[in-house]
């Protein structure tokens, strides 16, 4: 590496260096100064080299999207709106700037498509590239994973799945050329997140929800007990989906369960909600009890897990 810390910081300044509204102090200085008349809504993610990413799948310009698009889809799913992103990097030494620059560069894009900046963050180096990012944003309602009522109507804002489908074809040793696996593939390297559906459900006052990148099974199965309810799924009105009929002849032509790839798939970053006409898709309901009813797999679900 034929490059220092000061020119990093610098190489970064100009990419992420137009201050908007409500950032006194941006890039260059001991830390971050920004201008906020609401509640405050924060979180962090860690995106770890070979465990998260692997370079050779990926690029960096998709790392840097997907990294942001993991922190940006948290503070959406409290019915927050992300204002700011700091990004600390540990870099192994061997990445050239232009790496580097390109990583930058799709984190920025990933928060420019919601009016968010990066305002700082920290380099150091490592034994392998590790990226953590944490968003702030505002929120005049707070929505947790503790309101869904007995009642309520569950809705995702898109189908699980395709993420998963994207990772298991990268581990295959092949190459793929279809148009279901290209996508498939694409999804899992930068996840398509609909931010705007998120807004709808916190604009028509969903009850609860959640960002299910660790798998519906689970998240699910977390809300529910936040909530101390029962998550009624119909698996039937989720295999009425517009995007289901592809997924299952992807997963039909390698042999592999759809339902594995919805229910206990990771990094889709789609938003499970309970409440009344959200305008979403509509999976299931609300019900006396605890955990998830209706689910049925083949088999034990593998589901995501960040320690393998």
């Excluded at 050779?56 to 503070?75: H, Q, T, V, Y």
């Excluded at 279901?180 to 997140?193: N, R």
């Excluded at 709808?200 to 009850?207: G, K, V, Y």
Aim: hydrophobic share 45%; with cysteine.
């Amino acid at each position: 590496m034929n490059f220092d810390e000061d020119q990093i910081i610098a190489s970064l300044a100009k990419i992420y260096g137009t201050y908007r509204s409500g950032v006194e102090i941006g890039i260059g200085d001991d830390a971050a100064v920004v201008a906020s008349s609401e509640r405050i809504v924060l979180t962090t993610d860690m995106a770890i080299e070979g465990t998260h990413f692997k370079c050779e799948w990926s690029s960096a310009f998709e790392i840097g999207r997907k990294i942001c698009a993991a922190n940006l889809a948290d503070i959406y799913a409290m019915g927050g709106t992300p204002k700011y992103l700091l990004v600390a990097l540990s870099l192994t030494g061997s990445e050239p700037l232009e790496w580097i620059e390109e990583l930058a560069l799709g984190i920025a894009h990933e928060g420019n498509s919601c009016g968010v900046q990066v305002v700082g963050g920290d380099i150091a180096r490592g034994e392998n590239i590790v990226i953590a990012a944490t968003a702030i944003g505002d929120a005049s309602r707070n929505i947790s994973r503790s309101g869904a009522r007995v009642g309520d109507e569950i809705y995702i804002s898109s189908l699980p799945g395709w993420s998963a489908a994207g990772l298991y074809l990268s581990q295959q040793e092949r190459v793929f050329e279809s148009d279901l696996e290209l996508y498939a593939l694409s999804e899992f390297s930068v996840p398509s997140v609909d931010y705007q559906s998120a807004i709808a459900f916190a604009q028509n006052q969903a009850s609860a929800m959640c960002d299910i990148s660790d798998a519906l099974l689970i998240q699910g199965q977390a809300l529910a007990q936040a909530s101390r309810v029962a998550l009624a799924i119909d698996q039937s009105k989720i295999a009425r989906h517009p995007e289901f009929a592809q997924l299952q002849e992807l997963a039909h032509s390698h042999g592999q369960d759809v339902w594995q790839w919805i229910l206990a798939g990771g990094e889709d970053h789609v938003f499970l909600a309970t409440g009344r006409d959200l305008g979403g898709f509509l999976i299931g309901q609300v019900q006396c009890g605890e955990g998830l009813l209706g689910v049925e797999m083949k088999k034990a679900p593998e589901s995501w897990r960040h320690f393998n």
